[in-house]
């Protein structure tokens, strides 16, 4: 099994700026991408950024181009997602996702087996 563990959402005001964090641990060897979702109150989780630890990618959502980022730290097996430029419209619950697939349909949430409980980033106007 693979635990997942989000950190660093907040309460921030438009334009500002957040790093989200996700931590595994267990069988982590099992990792090969490390992806974000998110999930706003109504709408269905959708997809935001992914990484793996080969050389594709990384992948990002439309919405978030230019102003999110994630990266890797491989000294261990976790993921960053820095945001800047935040809108009301990223407002949501976000949710970092691990699996050992290695193919480009990073985007789909049904490619991956492990969840993080998710951290609630709120962006008001």
């Known amino acids: 099994q693979v635990q997942l563990v989000e950190s660093g959402g907040g309460l921030v005001q438009t334009g500002d700026s957040l790093r989200l964090s996700c931590a595994a641990s267990g069988r982590t060897l099992s990792i090969y991408t490390i992806g974000w979702f998110r999930q706003a109150p109504g709408r269905e989780r959708e997809f935001v950024a992914a990484i793996n630890w080969g050389s594709r990618g990384p992948y990002y959502a439309d919405s978030v181009k230019g102003r999110f980022t994630i990266s890797r730290d491989n000294t261990k097996i976790a993921v960053h997602l820095q945001m800047n430029s935040l809108e009301p419209e990223d407002t949501a619950v976000y949710y970092c996702?691990?699996?050992?697939?290695?193919?480009?349909?990073?985007?789909?949430?049904?490619?991956?087996?492990?969840w993080g409980q998710g951290t609630q980033v709120t962006v008001s106007s």
């Open positions: 996702a691990a699996d050992s697939y290695d193919g480009k349909d990073v985007h789909r949430a049904i490619m991956y087996k492990y």
